[in-house]
C-alpha cells in the first residue's frame, strides 16, 4: 500500500526579489558517469523494470525511447485512475458535508469553488454528480480504482527508486558561462526528479517533484491540479472514511500542497522574470505541467528567451520555444549551441 508522504518543501528559497531572470533547467543538464544526460547510465534499470511491469519494447523501439513511454506510460494511466479516485472522494466529501454541516454552508463552498468544480466535472456532461452509482457507472468503482492506483503508485516509487539510487553519480555538466551566472544570481525551476540541482544552488524550485519523495514526481502528461480540490475542501474530521479512503485522501493532500507551493511560486517568478533561459529541456508533448504554466503565468514583463541545447536541436527548439510562448509578442529568441 503506498506510504503516506510527510509535508515536502519544494521550494529552496533565499528571498531573492521575484523579478530576476528564470532559468528553466531539464535532464540534459545533468551528467551520469560522464554521460551526455541522466537518462542514459538509467536506461537499463529502467527497461528493466518496464518488462517487470509487462511493459515490452519492440526491435525497432530504441532503448531511449522505450524508457520515455515507459515513465508516460505510468504517468498518463495514473493521470486518469487518479482523477477517478478523486471524483468518488470529492462526492463523498461533498455528501458529508452536505449532511453534517448543512446546505447553506455547502452552497457557500460552491460559490468559493465555481472555477474548480466547473472544469472537475465537464467530463461528466449529464451525470448526477452526487449519484455515486452514477459514478460508479462512468468511472468504475472506488475499490477498483483504488486496486488499479496502488499498483501505478508502486510503479512511480520503483522509478523514484533508481534515481535514489544513482544519486551519487549525478552531477551538473559543464554549461557555458553565461548560463551558470544566470543560475547562480535567479531563480531557478529544475524539470528534474533528482536533487544535484536543488542541492548546488540557492534559489530553486523543484517543479516536478523529488525522487526521494515519490508522491512528489510529476509524470510526462500529468500535471499537479487535477486534485486542486481536493486541497481546497479538505476537512477537519476523516473519521467516517475506509482506511483505503483515508490513505488516497491524505496522499492527495500531501502531494498537492508541496506541488502547489511550487507551481504557485513557479508561476509568480515566470510573470515577473524580464529573461527566460530554457536550457536542456525537450519542451515536447509530455510536458504538460509546463505548457499549462505558460498559459497561466501571464509572463508579461518577459523580454528574452534564451535557449540553451545541442546545435543539431536548434531548429526545434527554436519552433517549441516560439508556440511556447506564442500569446506574447515584441520577445527576442536567442540560441546558444553546446
Known amino acids: 500500500m503506498p506510504q503516506v508522504p510527510n509535508k515536502v518543501n519544494l521550494v529552496k528559497d533565499h528571498n531573492l526579489a521575484s523579478c530576476s531572470d528564470v532559468c528553466i533547467v531539464g535532464s540534459g543538464a545533468i551528467a551520469c558517469d560522464m554521460h551526455n544526460n541522466s537518462w542514459h547510465p538509467l536506461e537499463e534499470q529502467i527497461g528493466q523494470l518496464a518488462t ?29 485512475v487518479t482523477q477517478r479516485l478523486a471524483h468518488h472522494l470529492v462526492l463523498k466529501i461533498f455528501n458529508h458535508r452536505k449532511k453534517t454541516e448543512g446546505e447553506e454552508l455547502l452552497k457557500s463552498i460552491n460559490q468559493d469553488l465555481s472555477a474548480y468544480r466547473k472544469s472537475y466535472t465537464n467530463s461528466y456532461v449529464g451525470m448526477n454528480y452526487y449519484d455515486p452509482g452514477a459514478l460508479s457507472e462512468a468511472v468504475g468503482t ?14 512511480r516509487k520503483d522509478l523514484a527508486n533508481l534515481y535514489m539510487l544513482a544519486r551519487e553519480r549525478l552531477s551538473i555538466r559543464a554549461l557555458p558561462t553565461s548560463i551558470e551566472k544566470a543560475m547562480n544570481n535567479g531563480w531557478i525551476l529544475t524539470l528534474n526528479w533528482d536533487d544535484a540541482i536543488y542541492n548546488s544552488f540557492d534559489r530553486v524550485v523543484q517543479w516536478h517533484g523529488l525522487c526521494h519523495h515519490p508522491d512528489t514526481l510529476i509524470l510526462p502528461t500529468e500535471v499537479h491540479d487535477t486534485l486542486e480540490i481536493i486541497r481546497i475542501i479538505k476537512i477537519p474530521d476523516d473519521s467516517w472514511m475506509s482506511d483505503a479512503e483515508k490513505k488516497f485522501y491524505h496522499w492527495c493532500l500531501n502531494r498537492v500542497e508541496a506541488l502547489h507551493d511550487a507551481a504557485c511560486k513557479a508561476h509568480t517568478l515566470l510573470a515577473a522574470a524580464p529573461t527566460l533561459w530554457l536550457t536542456a529541456c525537450a519542451l515536447n508533448t509530455y510536458d504538460c505541467e509546463l505548457i499549462t504554466a505558460f498559459s497561466k503565468a ?24 516560439e508556440f511556447l510562448i506564442s500569446r506574447t509578442t515584441n520577445i527576442k529568441f536567442e540560441y546558444i549551441a553546446v
Open 52 to 80: 517487470n511491469y509487462g511493459f515490452y519494447h519492440t526491435s525497432t523501439t530504441c532503448q531511449r525511447l522505450h524508457t520515455e513511454l515507459f515513465c508516460a506510460w505510468i504517468g498518463d494511466q495514473s493521470r486518469v
Open 142 to 155: 472506488f475499490e477498483r480504482l483504488y486496486q488499479q492506483w496502488t499498483i501505478l503508485e508502486k510503479a
Open 298 to 321: 501571464g509572463i508579461q514583463n518577459l523580454k528574452t528567451v534564451k535557449i540553451v541545447n545541442l546545435k543539431c536541436e536548434e531548429s526545434n527548439m527554436r519552433t517549441r520555444a
